[in-house]
Nanobody
Framework: QVQLVESGGGLVQAGGSLRLACAASGFIFSINVMAWYRQAPGKQREFVADITGRGKTNYADSVKGRFTMSRDNAKNMVYLQMTSLKPDDTAVYYC?????????WGQGTQVTVSS
């Protein structure tokens, strides 16, 4: 059974930083693409970043240059380092496996950026 547990969210001022973490279990972690998504109030869930098993990353234009996704295959963990945060980054952040159908979701972690 796939389990994803996100953590690290919080309240931060604009310009600040946060590091999100996602603990994964129930599947062969090292060979799977992992991704971060976010959902702001009243908006659809949107793609933020993904990473291949070998560490190749891809980012949404809105976060490129500010966010960095990484993974630790020995610990079954993925991370999202977020810098230069903006109020528009306020959302619940989720990690998932984009190539799994249906994609699994954890409970998410709330990120709130104040202006």
């Amino acid at each position: 059974q796939v389990q994803l547990v996100e953590s690290g969210g919080g309240l931060v001022q604009a310009g600040g930083s946060l590091r999100l973490a996602c603990a994964a279990s129930g599947f062969i972690f090292s060979i799977n693409v992992m991704a971060w998504y976010r959902q702001a109030p009243g908006k659809q869930r949107e793609f933020v970043a993904d990473i291949t098993g070998r560490g190749k990353t891809n980012y949404a234009d809105s976060v490129k240059g500010r966010f960095t996704m990484s993974r630790d295959n020995a610990k079954n963990m993925v991370y999202l380092q977020m810098t230069s945060l903006k109020p528009d980054d306020t959302a619940v952040y989720y990690c998932s496996l984009p190539n799994m159908r249906p994609p699994p979701w954890g409970q998410g972690t709330q990120v709130t950026v104040s202006s």
